[in-house]
């Protein structure tokens, strides 16, 4: 049997609302997902949405090494706890982990349906054209 990597509820590419804040109700893309360690062996999970405006950083400059200051844009992180994964249909589900056929796949709470993501199913659709094409 392969063991799983730990699996997060939402990932990189899902569609999700945001439930709360200041963005309460816009939809987008996660962008990114960023972990962090913090003491006690807790994790802080933060996700970048992609309709959510960036953050603009001011750097100063430095006269001794002779650098201008920069004006660079970041992503805005939200804790993942303050959106919702959206389903096809358009409604938001909580998300749960569970085994199917010895390997842990995401389900919607609401409905019961597993997760895919979009670019797994092009995946398969590939092996699958693939295969076709070496039997033919």
Do not use: F, W
């Not at 990114?32 to 802080?44: A, D, E, H, S």
């Not at 405006?53 to 002779?66: A, V």
């Amino acid at each position: 049997m392969v063991i799983d990597m730990s699996l997060a509820k939402i990932q990189k590419g899902d569609k999700v609302k945001v439930i709360a804040g200041n963005y309460k109700g816009t939809i987008g893309i996660v962008s990114k997902v960023v972990r962090k360690k913090l003491p006690g062996g807790r994790v802080r999970v933060r996700v970048a949405v992609s309709t959510i405006p960036t953050i603009t950083d001011y750097r100063r400059g430095l006269k001794m090494y002779n650098l201008p200051g920069q004006i660079k844009s970041k992503e805005r992180l939200i804790d993942v706890s303050n959106v919702q994964l959206v389903t096809e249909d358009g409604q938001v589900s909580r998300v749960a982990i569970a085994v199917d056929n010895g390997r842990k796949v995401r389900v919607l709470k609401k409905t019961g349906q597993v997760v895919v993501k979009a670019s797994s199913l092009e995946t398969e659709v590939n092996t699958n054209s693939n295969v076709a094409n070496q039997t033919s």
